[in-house]
Each structure stands twice: as C-alpha cells, then as structure tokens.
C-alpha cells in the first residue's frame, strides 16, 4: 500500500475480483462459463492432491481407519487417485487391509 498525493486515500494493489473481471469481461457468456468450469476442476483437483497427501501420512503412521477414510474423500473428488494409490509405496503400512483392497478395486 502506499499514500496517493492527488486523493485523500491509499492506492491498493488489484484485489483478486479485479483480476478476474478484467480477464472475464470480453467473454461471452459460453467463455466465461467454460472458464468458470476449467477454474472450478481446477480447485477441485487441488483438493483431492492435498487429501490423497493427507491420507499418505496417515498410511506412513499406520492410522489405517483414517488413511483409508481420506483416500476415500480423495477419490470422491479426483477418481484418478485410485490409480495413484495402488503403487503408492506411502501406503504399503496398509495395503493389506481388505477394506483398502476393496477402495483400490472400486
């Protein structure tokens, strides 16, 4: 932030609504959905990346209830960590577990 001279007030840097408005505002409104839908999928699977960690630190700890309840949550958002886990060796603690089996199988 800094002083303006000329205004009684503070110059603020863009605030993230700015951003987007002036990335958004010469789109249709087809654009501007698609735009919407690729920015969402994109928060969604951040999501999952972050919970599938989550749960690779709860199968490095042996907390199998927990490891395989937020691998759960995980697929639930981003069905592609169900491939990830099968040779993830951060879950070899709990591998063995049918109910991990059975989340692996779908």
């Not at 840097?13 to 010469?26: D, L």
């Not at 639930?76 to 603690?93: I, S, W």
Request: glycine content about 2%; charged content about 35%; hydrophobic content about 35%.
């Amino acid at each position: 932030m800094k002083k303006n001279k000329d205004f009684d007030c503070v110059e603020m840097k863009r605030s993230g609504a700015e951003k987007v408005y002036e990335h958004t505002r010469n789109m249709t409104l087809l654009e501007e959905l698609s735009y919407w839908q690729q920015q969402t999928e994109k928060l969604r699977q951040r999501q999952a990346i972050a919970t599938y960690n989550q749960a690779r630190n709860y199968g490095l700890q042996r907390q199998v209830e927990l490891a395989i309840a937020t691998l759960k949550q995980a697929i639930d958002l981003y069905p592609e960590c169900r491939e990830m886990a099968k040779t993830d060796a951060d879950f070899d603690r709990v591998r063995s577990d049918d109910r991990f089996q059975a989340l692996l199988k779908g």
